[in-house]
């Protein structure tokens, strides 16, 4: 006779998972020790990235180097990234500096989800793997894909038209000791620097909601992907209940600190028929998939549907004390194999679209 399976408490559930089992993702998520603010609007953060910038000959107001609000929009675009990524990089070398150990360790819920995407590229080879695959990443941003696809074996390239971003990958590469096995490269990724079907793949992550002309943009990825090779597009999942739970959260932080600095581009956003746009630029749509990052912030009653506690109950088992940043990690990526896709789409940090080339 089979056990009657008790109901699961989700009260009790959601406690257990804010109590162990969030993962930072952003550096607005990391605050200082001292003084309890966001690492990013520190004097500290803030003279590394200015020394930084002065050295590609940018210069920033006072308002920035004094940890001030600061409108990350009144520069154009790309020197705007550029702000944006040396800061970060700034951070990364505090806290790398201060406290040792990896990128992981402090951004673990970042890492996780560039580690979930790699893992989804590979599954894309029935087996095959990414060994000695070509794949190109456009606006590859701080390019940490690109060193998690280098240490599979992938032949990784990043074109992104910031110096900023260009700069944290070579730090980040660095970091990884992959430097020398990923390709950069700065330039537009609207009319690419590349021959024809030179890549296996062609992703993007982030970029693609911020785009008017998605059409035109596929089209340009479409003539640099060989036949029989992919395109993918990452972006947000606006629907996710732990995507709006850190946004509501990053609303709230930004309200207390103003001096907090957003993306370049996060006033810009439109919606797409992702796979309608996919077809007119003559690929073949192949799947979409969700990434199911861990929540970076409390999650509320509610945000885990009835039909999903026992994933959640069965995934993240009850911890006797706080555990490292990786157990968290390994964790939930054996909750990400147990899910259905369906669970992906729905919980998932971003939605994920592929799309094939074939021939005509």
């Known amino acids: 006779m089979n056990a009657i399976r008790r109901p699961i408490d989700q009260r009790s559930l959601v406690d257990r998972i804010n109590t162990f089992f969030l993962l930072d993702r952003k550096t607005s998520e990391i605050f200082d020790e001292e003084g309890g603010r966001p690492i990013t609007t520190t004097l500290e953060a803030r003279g590394i990235a200015d020394e930084s910038l002065r050295n590609f000959g940018i210069n920033v107001p006072r308002e920035f180097k004094e940890g001030q609000p600061f409108n990350i929009q009144d520069y154009d675009v790309n020197t705007g990234w550029t702000i944006y990524w040396l800061l970060e990089k700034a951070v990364t070398r505090m806290r790398i500096g201060s406290s040792g150990g990896t990128y992981e360790m402090h951004l673990p819920g970042r890492s996780l989800h560039y580690d979930l995407t790699v893992q989804l590229i590979a599954g894309l080879f029935n087996g095959e793997g990414i060994v000695d695959k070509k794949i190109l990443e456009a606006g590859s941003g701080s390019g940490l894909t690109l060193h998690k696809l280098a240490k599979r074996g992938a032949i990784p390239t990043g074109l992104d038209a910031s110096i900023g971003a260009l700069d944290f990958t070579s730090y980040l590469g660095d970091h990884y000791g992959t430097r020398d096995r990923v390709n950069l490269l700065q330039g537009d990724y609207h009319e690419m620097p590349f021959r024809p079907g030179m890549f296996d793949v062609v992703l993007t992550s982030g970029v693609d909601e911020h785009e008017q002309n998605l059409i035109g943009l596929l089209q340009e990825r479409a003539r640099v992907t060989r036949q029989g090779g992919y395109v993918i597009l990452s972006m947000p999942n606006e629907h996710s209940p732990f995507y709006k739970g850190f946004k509501d959260k990053e609303k709230v932080t930004k309200e207390r600190y103003p001096a907090l600095i957003e993306i370049p581009v996060e006033h810009v956003r439109y919606e797409h028929d992702i796979k309608n746009a996919m077809g007119e630029a003559g690929l073949h749509f192949v799947k979409e998939d969700g990434v199911l990052v861990a929540p970076s912030r409390p999650i509320k009653i509610g945000d885990i549907r009835d039909d999903d506690l026992e994933l959640f109950?069965?995934?993240?088992?009850?911890?006797?004390?706080?555990?490292?940043?990786?157990?968290?990690?390994?964790?939930?990526?054996?909750?990400?194999?147990?899910?259905?896709?369906?669970?992906?789409?729905?919980?998932?940090?971003?939605?994920?679209?592929?799309?094939?080339?074939r021939a005509a």
């Open 313 to 357: 109950d069965n995934s993240l088992q009850n911890p006797r004390r706080q555990i490292p940043p990786f157990l968290k990690v390994n964790t939930w990526k054996d909750l990400e194999q147990n899910a259905t896709i369906g669970q992906r789409l729905h919980y998932g940090w971003s939605r994920v679209y592929v799309a094939q080339k």
